[in-house]
C-alpha cells in the first residue's frame, strides 16, 4: 500500500459513488491507495450524536465542536499528516499535491456549518488547504478535489506515468491544445503539423502552443516560470 487516506466527515455517504468510480476506484483494487472515510458522529457521546454547538459571543450558524474531532484523530491518524480543508488554508496546488503524494498516511477532516472550533486549527492539524477563494458548503467536495489531484500522482495510477509530466501546472505553465479525430469537423481543421509523422516539429509546435495559451490566459504562469529559469 502506498498511501493510505483517511477522512473525517458528517457526511460519510458523499464519499461513496466518487471512490468507487474510474481511476479511483482502480488505484485501490491495484492498491496503490485505501480510503477510509469515518462518520464523525461516532466519536460524539450524546444519544442526539451532536458535532456542533452555538458560537460563543453569539453570532449566526453553528461551531463544529472540538472533542469528537480531536478524539477521532487521535484514534485513527498517528503519523499522518493531519489536513483541514477550510478556506481560509493554503492555496491547493499541483506543488502541494505533489508534496501530498509523498505522505504514507493523510488525515483530511472535511468542516461543515461555520467551520471547526478554533482549538482544532491551533492544537491538531497539521495544515489548512483551500480549494480556492470561494467557500464551499462543506469540506467534503474540497476534500475530493484533493483526493482527485495526489492520488493521480500516485506512481502506477494512470495508464501514462508520461502524461502527468506535460500537463498544465505540472510544467509551471499550461499544456497545449488537443485534437482526436475527425481531422476536419464542420471545416474546422487539424493543425497539419500534428499529422505530420515529425516528432521533432510535434515537440516543437507543442512547447510553442503551451507558451501561446499560457499568455493568452494565465500570463501570471509564465511570468513566474521565466524567474524560476533565470
Ligand atoms: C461554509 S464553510 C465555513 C466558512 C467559514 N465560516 C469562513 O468564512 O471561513 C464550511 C466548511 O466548508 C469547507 N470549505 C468551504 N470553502 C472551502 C474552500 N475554499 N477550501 C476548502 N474548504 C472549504 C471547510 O471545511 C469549512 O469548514
Given at each position: 500500500m502506498k498511501?493510505t487516506v483517511?477522512?473525517?466527515t458528517l457526511?460519510?455517504?458523499?464519499?461513496?459513488?466518487?471512490?468507487q468510480?474510474?481511476l479511483?476506484?482502480?488505484?485501490q483494487?491495484?492498491?496503490l491507495?485505501?480510503f477510509?472515510?469515518?462518520?464523525?458522529?461516532?466519536?460524539?457521546?450524546?444519544r442526539?450524536?451532536?458535532a456542533d454547538?452555538k458560537?460563543f459571543?453569539?453570532?449566526?450558524?453553528?461551531v463544529m465542536?472540538?472533542e469528537?474531532?480531536?478524539?477521532c484523530v487521535?484514534?485513527?491518524?498517528?503519523d499522518a499528516?493531519?489536513?483541514?480543508?477550510?478556506?481560509q488554508?493554503?492555496?491547493m496546488s499541483?506543488?502541494l499535491?505533489?508534496?501530498?503524494?509523498?505522505k504514507?498516511?493523510l488525515?483530511l477532516i472535511a468542516?461543515?456549518?461555520?467551520g471547526?472550533d478554533?482549538?482544532?486549527k491551533?492544537?491538531?492539524?497539521?495544515?489548512e488547504?483551500?480549494?480556492g477563494?470561494f467557500?464551499t458548503?462543506g469540506g467534503?467536495a474540497?476534500?475530493?478535489?484533493l483526493i482527485?489531484?495526489?492520488t493521480?500522482l500516485i506512481?502506477?495510477v494512470?495508464g501514462?506515468?508520461d502524461?502527468?509530466?506535460h500537463?498544465?501546472?505540472q510544467?509551471?505553465i499550461?499544456?497545449?491544445?488537443?485534437y482526436?479525430?475527425p481531422?476536419?469537423?464542420?471545416?474546422?481543421?487539424v493543425?497539419?503539423v500534428?499529422v505530420s509523422?515529425?516528432?521533432?516539429?510535434?515537440d516543437?509546435?507543442r512547447?510553442k502552443?503551451a507558451?501561446?495559451?499560457?499568455?493568452?490566459?494565465r500570463?501570471?504562469?509564465l511570468?513566474?516560470?521565466?524567474?524560476?529559469k533565470?
Amino acid at each position: 500500500m502506498k498511501i493510505t487516506v483517511d477522512v473525517v466527515t458528517l457526511f460519510p455517504v458523499f464519499f461513496e459513488s466518487p471512490l468507487q468510480e474510474s481511476l479511483l476506484k482502480k488505484a485501490q483494487d491495484k492498491g496503490l491507495v485505501a480510503f477510509n472515510i469515518h462518520d464523525l458522529r461516532q466519536w460524539t457521546h450524546d444519544r442526539h450524536k451532536t458535532a456542533d454547538d452555538k458560537p460563543f459571543g453569539g453570532g449566526a450558524g453553528m461551531v463544529m465542536k472540538p472533542e469528537p474531532i480531536f478524539e477521532c484523530v487521535e484514534e485513527i491518524g498517528k503519523d499522518a499528516w493531519v489536513v483541514l480543508l477550510d478556506p481560509q488554508g493554503e492555496p491547493m496546488s499541483q506543488k502541494l499535491a505533489q508534496k501530498l503524494a509523498k505522505k504514507k498516511h493523510l488525515v483530511l477532516i472535511a468542516g461543515h456549518y461555520e467551520g471547526v472550533d478554533q482549538r482544532v486549527k491551533d492544537h491538531l492539524i497539521d495544515q489548512e488547504i483551500s480549494v480556492g477563494d470561494f467557500i464551499t458548503m462543506g469540506g467534503e467536495a474540497p476534500a475530493l478535489c484533493l483526493i482527485e489531484a495526489v492520488t493521480r500522482l500516485i506512481p502506477g495510477v494512470l495508464g501514462n506515468e508520461d502524461s502527468v509530466q506535460h500537463e498544465s501546472f505540472q510544467t509551471g505553465i499550461l499544456e497545449y491544445p488537443h485534437y482526436t479525430r475527425p481531422r476536419e469537423y464542420r471545416g474546422w481543421k487539424v493543425p497539419d503539423v500534428l499529422v505530420s509523422g515529425n516528432h521533432k516539429e510535434v515537440d516543437l509546435w507543442r512547447r510553442k502552443a503551451a507558451e501561446q495559451v499560457t499568455r493568452q490566459k494565465r500570463p501570471d504562469l509564465l511570468k513566474s516560470s521565466l524567474r524560476r529559469k533565470k
